[in-house]
Antibody
Framework: QVQLVQSGAEVKKPGSSVKVSCKAS????????ISWVRQAPGQGLEWMGR????????NYAQKFQGRVTITADKSTSTAYMELSSLRSEDTAVYYC????????????WGQGTLVTVSS | QSVLTQPPSASGTPGQRVTISCSGS????????VNWYQQLPGTAPKLLIY???QRPSGVPDRFSGSKSGTSASLAISGLQSEDEADYYC????????????FGGGTKLTVL
């Protein structure tokens, strides 16, 4: 059974950075891409970027280019998403999710991490 | 402004059949398969349909998906109160270096 377990809620000041972790278990971590998707309060889902751990290659949504960094540690089956220059509009629940390229789908999701940006 | 277009709301009474539409373009739905997610309040999205019309294990056959050209639909038959949730469509977009796109979500109310 694939599980993605994320780090806990964060409260950050505007202008600071946040780093959220996502530990995978129950599957072959390196073989699947991990995406990060956020959801602002009362809003829809927004894709931020992804990484393919076996290649160590990440690509990002244009909106977040230069502000987001996604990394992965194969030794601990953990992916990370760091967002910098935080502003109030970044207040959201951040999800990591596993992609299965065989079926062109995002199939498993983490439980979500609430990041609150407030002065 | 989401790349994929969904109606913001839908409703039905128990036992009815409802459909939710999702409209995209040639670079996403027109080129790749469509996924549907159900999100209950306060929880992470759950995969409902993948590869346009396939159900993961455990998803009731009341849920079905279809795709034609650059549009897709989710149908829910025999509507139940526990189906009240937000529903999202998603597809890979081949533009630029490629990225995932989502619909804005449809809030389904069971009357």
């Amino acid at each position: 059974q694939v599980q993605l377990v994320q780090s806990g809620a964060e409260v950050k000041k505007p202008g600071s950075s946040v780093k959220v972790s996502c530990k995978a278990s129950g599957g072959t971590f390196s073989s699947y891409a991990i995406s990060w998707v956020r959801q602002a309060p009362g809003q829809g889902l927004e894709w931020m970027g992804r990484i393919i751990p076996i290649l160590g290659i990440a690509n990002y949504a244009q909106k977040f280019q230069g502000r987001v960094t996604i990394t992965a540690d194969k030794s601990t089956s953990t992916a990370y998403m760091e967002l910098s220059s935080l502003r109030s509009e970044d207040t959201a629940v951040y999800y990591c999710a596993r992609e299965d390229s065989n079926y062109g789908t995002i199939d498993y999701w983490g439980q979500g991490t609430l990041v609150t940006v407030s002065s | 402004q989401s790349v994929l277009t969904q109606p913001p709301s839908a409703s039905g009474t128990p036992g009815q059949r409802v459909t939710i539409s999702c409209s995209g373009s040639s670079s996403n739905i027109g080129s790749n398969t469509v996924n549907w997610y159900q999100q209950l309040p306060g929880t992470a999205p759950k995969l409902l349909i993948y590869s346009n019309n396939q159900r993961p294990s455990g998803v009731p056959d009341r849920f079905s998906g279809s795709k034609s050209g650059t549009s897709a639909s989710l149908a829910i038959s025999g509507l139940q109160s526990e189906d009240e949730a937000d529903y999202y469509c998603a597809a890979w977009d081949d533009s630029l270096n490629g990225f995932w796109v989502f619909g804005g979500g449809t809030k389904l109310t069971v009357l």
